[in-house]
C-alpha cells in the first residue's frame, strides 16, 4: 500500500522538530517543517534537509508554532541559511499579526521587532539591535510569510472554528488553534515572550523520579490545572489529511482548545468525533494539555510523544495514562526517544491488559527519532 503522508518526529530534545511529506503522483514531493527545536537542534535538522533529493527538496511551508526557545529556536538558523530559499512560505504569528496591546494605541502596521528580522521576514523597526547577520538578511528582502492566509494572522478564528488551506494535487490542511482571543493574550506579553524565547536559560535538569505504573484509572483520573502559558496558548496547530490518510499535530496548544476547534470539525462534517490516523501529542505529552475531550474528539491510531524527558519530565504519567486507557484498541505510541521514562509504557502486562503497542527509535539510527508512514486509504 502507498504512503499518503510521511512523518519524522526528530529527537530534538525537550522540543519539536518534524518533518511532513506527502507524496504527489507524477509531481514533486509536498514537505512542511513544523518547528526546530531549541538551539542545539540545528545540526541535526540541517544535515537532515542537506540529505534530501537535490532534485527534490522543496520545502512548501516552514512553520513556527510558537515563541518558546524549544520550538523557535532551531527555526532562527534555519531560516538565516541558504536551505530557507527552498521555503515556499512561512507560517508563523508575529507582532504585527496581533492586536495592539491593551491600553496601546500602537497600530499593527508600524513595523516589526527583533524575532521577525532575525527570522529574515521582514526588515527591521529602526532602533531595533538585531547582530550583523540578521541585519543584512532583512536587508535582502523579506521572505515569504503567512501567503496562504493573505499574509494575515493563522489562526482558526473563534472558539471551535477552524480554517482550511487546500494544496492543489496535496494535502489539505486545517487550522485548529489558536484562537483569535488567544493570540490577542500573546500581544500583552509580546515583548516578555519574545525575550524568553530568544534569551531565556533553561532550567537545570532535577532526578526524575518514576512512580509504578500500578493504577492508571486513578493516574487518568488525577485532577491537574490547565496549562496557562500564554506562548502556549497561541501555538499554531493544524490537521493534515491527504489521500485518506491524517495526522494532527498538536504543537503545544491547549487541549479544550483543540477539542471545541476538533468538534466544530467533526459537526462540519457530519460526524460525532473525527477520527485520525495520527495525533501528535500537544505540549510533549504534559498532563495539562492531554486531556480526556481532545482524546475523545480525536481517537488516533497512532500517538506521537516528541520529548527525551529533560528538565521537564514529559511525557506525564497521567497524560500517557489517558491516552492508554481512552485510545481505540490496537493503538500504538511513538516515542521519539527511548528513556527510563518512556520505557515503562512498554511493560508486557500493561501492553497485554490494554492491547496497545510501542515503538522506539531504530537505536541504529539514533539521529532519527521516530519515522512514521501512514497508508493511503480510499
Known amino acids: 500500500m502507498s504512503t499518503a503522508i510521511h512523518v519524522e518526529v526528530l529527537p530534538a530534545r525537550l522540543g519539536d522538530c518534524l518533518l511532513v511529506e506527502c507524496p504527489r503522483a507524477g509531481g514533486p514531493t509536498w514537505r512542511m517543517l513544523v518547528d526546530g527545536g531549541p538551539p542545539d537542534t540545528w545540526p541535526l535538522l540541517e544535515a537532515r534537509l542537506r540529505r534530501l533529493d537535490p532534485a527534490d527538496d522543496r520545502i512548501d511551508v516552514a512553520v513556527i508554532t510558537h515563541v518558546d526557545n524549544d520550538h523557535i529556536g532551531g ?15 512561512v507560517w508563523f504569528n508575529g507582532r504585527t499579526h496581533l492586536p495592539a496591546p491593551k491600553g496601546s494605541s500602537r497600530s499593527i502596521d508600524q513595523g516589526e521587532d527583533a524575532v521577525a528580522a532575525l ?53 489539505t490542511i486545517t487550522v485548529l488553534s489558536p484562537t483569535t482571543e488567544r493570540l490577542a493574550r500573546l500581544a500583552d506579553t509580546w515583548a516578555a515572550a519574545v525575550r524568553d524565547a530568544l534569551h531565556g536559560a533553561e532550567r537545570e535538569i532535577e532526578l526524575d523520579t518514576l512512580p509504578p505504573l500500578d493504577d492508571l484509572e486513578h493516574l487518568a483520573d488525577r485532577r491537574t490545572v490547565r ?7 497561541s501555538s499554531i496547530a493544524l490537521l493534515v489529511e491527504h489521500r485518506g490518510a491524517s495526522v494532527l499535530l498538536g504543537a503545544d496548544a491547549y487541549g479544550a482548545v483543540l477539542a471545541s476547534a476538533l468538534h466544530g470539525l467533526a459537526r462540519a462534517r457530519g460526524t460525532e468525533a473525527l477520527v485520525v490516523d495520527a495525533l501528535k501529542l500537544p ?11 481532545l ?8 500517538y506521537l510523544v516528541s520529548t527525551n524527558g529533560d528538565v521537564f519530565h514529559h511525557p506525564d504519567d497521567a497524560a500517557m495514562a489517558r491516552v492508554v486507557l481512552d485510545a481505540p484498541s490496537g493503538s500504538t505510541l511513538w516515542f521519539n526517544y527511548r528513556t527510563p521514562r518512556t520505557e515503562r509504557w512498554a511493560d508486557p502486562r500493561l501492553l497485554e491488559q490494554h492491547g496497545y503497542r510501542v515503538v522506539f527509535p531504530d537505536p541504529a539510527r539514533p539521529d532519527a527519532g521516530t519515522v512514521i508512514d501512514l497508508p493511503t486509504r480510499p
Open 295 to 302: 482524546l475523545a474528539a480525536a481517537p488516533a491510531r497512532h
Open 283 to 293: 505540549h510533549h505529552g504534559s498532563q495539562a494539555n492531554v486531556i480526556a475531550a
Open 119 to 171: 527570522l529574515g521576514l521582514t526588515p527591521a523597526t529602526p532602533g531595533t539591535e538585531v547582530d550583523g547577520d540578521a541585519a543584512k538578511q532583512a536587508h535582502d528582502g523579506a521572505r515569504p510569510w503567512n501567503e496562504a492566509f493573505g499574509r494575515g494572522s493563522v489562526d482558526a478564528g473563534a472558539a471551535g472554528g477552524h480554517v482550511v488551506v487546500t494544496v492543489p494535487d496535496g494535502p
Open 75 to 89: 527555526m532562527l538558523p534555519f531560516l538565516g541559511s541558504d536551505l530557507a530559499t527552498r521555503v515556499g512560505d
Open 227 to 233: 496549562d496557562a502559558s500564554v506562548p502556549n496558548g
